[in-house]
């Protein structure tokens, strides 16, 4: 297929189309873009930087990537954003490179779903089927697991982690590591359960999402210290596939602490 170009839009003769891009009214398109097969602007969209977007992405008006990043310690060095494929951007939506401070790359996965108004800010790493609502605000470093869902008007704070499959509710502001299937609400947010929802919306089989709730309330009950209960977790559910990805994220932890109840547990 031929690619198509407004005649208002601009596009840099050195960017790469593959077959089959749509670059739609007022866009513009700089030098060092790769747009993959497929690949939508269907208007007013801006384009900059070593931004590298994959098959069948479509963005909608006045999204905005690969502009320097928001971040003082960045000294103009190369940068990059890289963008799987299938993903979506809706309107006013904003995705910030890497800094030559940090991680050079800001990375999105394939088939992610970003609506009107939110931000990714530079050193982002989102996995696959993340969905960010309207709104939301993702500080830089953040990491993001695959099919994690967050809420609109939520904020992250930078270089926290949102495990997979985890579920931010809407307006929440996020300044701790949210585990793996878990589900955090409020000002600071706090972990409020499980995904329970989210999983059986995905189909994980109901015997996984009990050993899940056994290992929680063990995990986050009041006896004992936090690091007792997690080693007695480890232990009990050493061969429980889900449990242990809990397990592993929270001993992984390095930047920011992990969300817990508000029960005080831990």
């Known amino acids: 297929m031929a690619v198509t170009i407004h005649p208002s839009a601009y596009v840099d003769p050195n ?42 992405c479509k963005l909608y008006p006045f999204v905005s990537m690969g502009h320097p990043p928001q971040d003082f310690k960045h ?17 006013l939506v904003n995705v910030h490179p890497g800094t030559d401070a940090g991680r050079a790359v800001t990375v999105i996965g394939d088939d992610c779903y970003f609506m009107v108004g939110s931000h990714l800010a530079h050193e982002g790493h989102v996995g696959n089927r993340v969905v960010i609502s309207n709104g939301a605000q993702i500080g ?4 993001i697991g695959d099919h994690a869902i967050l809420g609109g008007l939520c904020a992250v704070h930078q270089h926290t982690r ?29 972990l409020a359960g499980l995904n329970i929802i ?21 995990l986050f009950a009041q006896e004992g210290t936090f690091a007792e209960r997690l080693e007695d977790t ?13 397990v592993s994220f929270i001993r992984g932890q390095d930047k920011r602490p992990i969300c817990m109840p508000k029960n005080g547990a831990g």
């Open 15 to 56: 960017a790469q189309l593959e077959d089959g891009v749509i670059i739609g009214p007022l866009s513009i398109v700089g030098p060092d873009v790769k747009l993959g097969k497929n690949v939508e602007l269907v208007s007013q969209v801006n384009l900059a930087g070593d931004t590298t977007i994959g098959e069948g």
């Open 75 to 91: 000294k103009g060095g190369p940068v990059s954003i890289k963008i799987g494929a299938r993903s979506i951007f809706r309107e």
């Open 140 to 143: 830089g470093a953040v990491t």
């Open 162 to 190: 949102i495990g997979a499959h985890s579920f931010v509710g809407g307006m929440a502001t996020v300044t701790t590591d949210v585990i793996p299937y878990g589900s955090v609400v409020g000002n600071t947010a706090s």
């Open 198 to 218: 989210g999983l059986k919306r995905r189909g994980f089989d109901r015997e996984a999402i009990r050993n899940l709730r056994a290992a929680y309330r063990l």
């Open 234 to 246: 480890a232990h009990l559910y050493k061969n429980e596939t889900l449990v242990m990805e809990i």
